[in-house]
């Protein structure tokens, strides 16, 4: 691990890749340090925002390098069912690069729990990590000036769902009616880290 101070009041951990990530914030989820009032995980760091009237940075530090993740452990923020009408513009496309064609492409992004590993890009939008390597696609080569809201994609390791219409360069492969951001709600994010995904065709 690096620390590096992040702001008067926050430190950020600098670790090997996306499976340590998770693995180290379902630890501090469970079990935070004295002192650390948020978590914010990205692809190879983990920011803890720290109150300092309870704690310091270097006394956070050494109580992360204490900590000893699991590998392959992830963090549970709940289930969340999206339901997906699999017509997205770069489904055939999909099938034809993975070799699964449009159905082997459905029935994998179906059947396996999916789990939030950060959101960034636009509010409410989640990089959604599974287990299924066989769905790891490239980005495609032009990107789209529009992509329409609740479109669900892949790119990369990752899926996720546009929270609202924006350029983009992820593979469409449907869409869903569930609005990934709603300032209504609380929390208006509907996929936050940590919260388990599974998709539900919807025929």
């Not at 069912?81 to 082997?104: F, M």
């Amino acid at each position: 691990m690096r620390f590096l101070p992040c702001g008067d009041s926050g430190l950020l951990v600098e670790v090997g890749d996306l499976g340590d990530v998770l693995a180290l914030y379902a630890e501090l989820v469970e079990d935070p340090p004295e002192g650390v009032v948020d978590l914010v995980p990205a692809a190879r760091t983990l920011m803890l925002r720290i109150d300092p009237a309870r704690a310091d940075p270097q006394g956070v530090a050494r109580a992360v390098r204490a900590v000893q993740p699991r590998r392959g452990h992830r963090p549970d923020a709940g289930l969340v069912e999206v339901p997906v009408t699999y017509d997205g513009e770069d489904l055939a496309e999909v099938g034809r690069l993975t070799g699964l064609g449009e159905r082997g492409v459905v029935e994998a992004h179906t059947s396996q729990e999916w789990t939030v590993a950060f959101c960034g890009f636009a509010p409410g939008f989640g990089y959604l990590v599974g287990s299924d390597d066989r769905l790891v696609v490239p980005r495609r080569t032009v990107p789209r000036t529009r992509v329409p809201a609740r479109s669900v994609a892949l790119a990369g390791e990752f899926t996720g769902v546009y929270p609202r219409e924006s350029p983009g360069g992820w593979q469409l492969i449907g869409r869903s009616t569930l609005e990934p951001w709603d300032l209504e709600r609380d929390p208006p994010a509907l996929l936050v880290p940590g919260s388990r995904v599974r998709f539900l065709e919807v025929r």
